[in-house]
């Protein structure tokens, strides 16, 4: 079947002159805008043919709404601009190429004024480009562990276990940023440009290879942060927990608790289940189980080595019910763990390449940590 | 617009044309004549100035149908035009010095 219609992203909004001429190009190879959208242009099969085309931008706010008045509208119209489509503060106007349509402005500093609201809808994105520059930056001295901050913590603690995610949120906020202030960059320059006389360029050759290398690059490295949280997302899985345990985490049969599982405040399949998730960093086991009125809570981390586990366990420790560092927990020697520590309700083991975080709020019964020394 | 401030050739062009009235198309083609061919305003600089020069009261909405409407000078714009044509027709007068000098010097 041969397509008709096609879609296409096209220049942003503040590249006005690269937009006529994007425009331009797909009439002359055979494709008539239709419609504008916010990122997308719906073009249709014509006959290919020259045609010059012209932005012009709505002065009002999307809260007035954007659309030009009927009046200028006609008034293009009577000239020979026939107005096609519009979104946002643009609108697109065409002529055939050859027709007597005379050029819509004469004066570049006339025109420079219709900028207006296209220059308040950008202006103040360089705050929020630095907000955003400013989060990234927490992200990444959280993640390199230089800063103890709860929030810094919080983003540790993700990028343990949901490094893909993390990595695409920061590089979305990294691309978000430069794309502002490159916005905001590049309509300061055409609004100065414009005011000092110089008329707009209808059909610019220039390239801007900075910005599109450094915009192709974040895009393949936001590419390659999805890719990743996909498959991050793929492989977790969740399911109820077995009978017969199959992961590093322990049992409450351990434990001596035996009996019918049970459901506290929550299902009995909420209540005993198994989920298994793998980032670039580790491999986590979150388990629960609720067995008579007994409840214990298990987090398993498989790091690839004991250095690695080593220098996540303060993060991980910020999970603790009551505690908010190590220096909460008593230290308890046991022979078959590296590192044990006893919280109220919480507590911290680490053996070899992993470290398990146990909750369990029942005084009665055995420690977790003695269970887990047990079983070495 | 300060009053007394000079007019922009598209400002003076247009009152000249709204000394009857006259719609946005209208007024193109009667600039097209009164500059014997030398001003082919663009809608999109007519649609600016219009705009202003209504604010300012220089001009008026006559009459709208459809989408079409007429406009005409306001005896305040027509003051601004004669006070822009007085001050052209300095600038002129005192430029004739340029020519005697040609003269002088053939």
């Given at each position: 079947m041969k397509m008709n219609r096609t879609y296409r992203f096209h220049?942003?909004?503040?590249?006005?002159?690269?937009?006529?001429?994007?425009?331009?190009?797909?009439?002359?190879?055979?494709?008539?805008?239709?419609?504008?959208?916010?990122?997308?242009?719906?073009?249709?099969?014509?006959?290919?043919?020259?045609?010059?085309?012209?932005?012009?931008?709505?002065?009002?706010?999307?809260?007035?709404?954007?659309?030009?008045?009927?009046?200028?509208?006609?008034?293009?119209?009577?000239?020979?601009?026939?107005?096609?489509?519009?979104?946002?503060?643009?609108?697109?106007?065409?002529?055939?190429?050859?027709?007597?349509?005379?050029?819509?402005?004469?004066?570049?500093?006339?025109?420079?004024?219709?900028?207006?609201?296209?220059?308040?809808?950008?202006?103040?994105?360089?705050?929020?480009?630095?907000?955003?520059?400013?989060?990234?930056?927490?992200?990444?001295?959280?993640?390199?562990?230089?800063?103890?901050?709860?929030?810094?913590?919080?983003?540790?603690k993700a990028w343990i276990i949901g490094t893909g995610l993390v990595l695409l949120v920061m590089l979305l906020y990294n691309q978000s940023a430069f794309r502002l202030l490159y916005a905001e960059y590049r309509i300061a320059r055409l609004y100065r440009q414009m005011k000092k006389?110089?008329?707009?360029?209808?059909?610019?050759?220039?390239?801007?290879?900075?910005?599109?290398?450094?915009?192709?690059?974040?895009?393949?490295?936001?590419?390659?942060?999805?890719?990743i949280s996909l498959y991050q997302l793929v492989s977790s899985e969740h399911y109820l927990l077995p009978t017969e345990k199959e992961g590093?985490?322990?049992?409450?049969?351990?434990?001596?608790?035996?009996?019918?599982?049970?459901?506290?405040?929550?299902?009995?399949?909420?209540?005993?289940?198994?989920?298994?998730?793998?980032?670039?960093?580790?491999?986590?086991?979150?388990?629960?189980?609720?067995?008579?009125?007994?409840?214990?809570?298990?987090?398993?981390?498989?790091?690839?080595?004991?250095?690695?586990?080593?220098?996540?366990?303060?993060?991980?420790?910020?999970?603790?019910?009551?505690?908010?560092?190590?220096?909460?927990?008593?230290?308890?020697?046991?022979?078959?763990?590296?590192?044990?520590?006893?919280?109220?309700?919480?507590?911290?083991?680490?053996?070899?390449?992993?470290?398990?975080f146990f909750t369990l709020a029942d005084k009665k019964i055995i420690s977790p940590l003695e269970v887990l020394a047990s079983k070495s | 617009m300060a009053e007394n401030s000079p007019m922009t050739e598209a400002m003076y062009y247009i009152l000249l044309a709204l000394l009857k009235p006259a719609h946005g198309y209208g007024m193109m083609q009667r600039i097209t004549e009164l500059s014997r061919g030398r001003l082919h305003m663009g809608p999109g600089t007519l649609y600016g100035v219009l705009t202003r020069m209504k604010k300012d009261g220089w001009i008026v909405l006559n009459s709208e149908e459809d989408r079409r409407k007429t406009y005409s000078i306001t005896p305040a714009g027509k003051d601004a035009l004669l006070a822009e044509y007085e001050r052209l027709k300095h600038l002129v007068d005192d430029g004739k010095v340029l020519e005697e000098e040609e003269n002088e010097n053939e």
């Amino acid at each position: 079947m041969k397509m008709n219609r096609t879609y296409r992203f096209h220049p942003a909004d503040y590249a006005i002159g690269e937009t006529e001429k994007f425009y331009e190009d797909m009439a002359a190879k055979g494709w008539q805008l239709v419609k504008r959208g916010l990122y997308l242009s719906r073009f249709e099969k014509a006959e290919p043919e020259k045609r010059r085309y012209r932005v012009e931008l709505s002065t009002t706010s999307a809260f007035d709404g954007t659309e030009l008045p009927e009046e200028q509208i006609a008034l293009y119209e009577e000239c020979g601009w026939q107005f096609v489509t519009g979104a946002s503060v643009i609108n697109v106007f065409t002529a055939a190429e050859g027709s007597d349509a005379p050029e819509i402005y004469q004066d570049s500093t006339q025109q420079a004024d219709t900028m207006k609201q296209l220059r308040r809808i950008y202006r103040g994105g360089w705050v929020i480009a630095l907000i955003m520059v400013v989060l990234d930056v927490l992200a990444v001295l959280g993640i390199a562990g230089l800063l103890d901050w709860k929030l810094a913590m919080d983003i540790r603690k993700a990028w343990i276990i949901g490094t893909g995610l993390v990595l695409l949120v920061m590089l979305l906020y990294n691309q978000s940023a430069f794309r502002l202030l490159y916005a905001e960059y590049r309509i300061a320059r055409l609004y100065r440009q414009m005011k000092k006389g110089q008329p707009l360029d209808h059909s610019p050759n220039k390239k801007h290879w900075p910005h599109r290398i450094a915009s192709s690059l974040m895009w393949a490295a936001i590419g390659v942060a999805g890719v990743i949280s996909l498959y991050q997302l793929v492989s977790s899985e969740h399911y109820l927990l077995p009978t017969e345990k199959e992961g590093p985490y322990l049992v409450l049969a351990d434990f001596g608790v035996e009996g019918e599982r049970k459901g506290m405040f929550r299902s009995v399949e909420e209540c005993n289940r198994v989920e298994v998730s793998q980032s670039l960093i580790c491999k986590v086991w979150d388990v629960r189980e609720c067995v008579e009125d007994v409840m214990l809570y298990q987090d398993i981390y498989e790091f690839k080595d004991r250095e690695t586990a080593y220098r996540y366990l303060e993060t991980i420790v910020t999970d603790s019910t009551f505690a908010d560092s190590l220096d909460d927990y008593q230290l308890v020697e046991l022979e078959g763990l590296d590192l044990a520590y006893a919280g109220r309700v919480d507590y911290i083991a680490v053996k070899e390449n992993y470290i398990y975080f146990f909750t369990l709020a029942d005084k009665k019964i055995i420690s977790p940590l003695e269970v887990l020394a047990s079983k070495s | 617009m300060a009053e007394n401030s000079p007019m922009t050739e598209a400002m003076y062009y247009i009152l000249l044309a709204l000394l009857k009235p006259a719609h946005g198309y209208g007024m193109m083609q009667r600039i097209t004549e009164l500059s014997r061919g030398r001003l082919h305003m663009g809608p999109g600089t007519l649609y600016g100035v219009l705009t202003r020069m209504k604010k300012d009261g220089w001009i008026v909405l006559n009459s709208e149908e459809d989408r079409r409407k007429t406009y005409s000078i306001t005896p305040a714009g027509k003051d601004a035009l004669l006070a822009e044509y007085e001050r052209l027709k300095h600038l002129v007068d005192d430029g004739k010095v340029l020519e005697e000098e040609e003269n002088e010097n053939e």
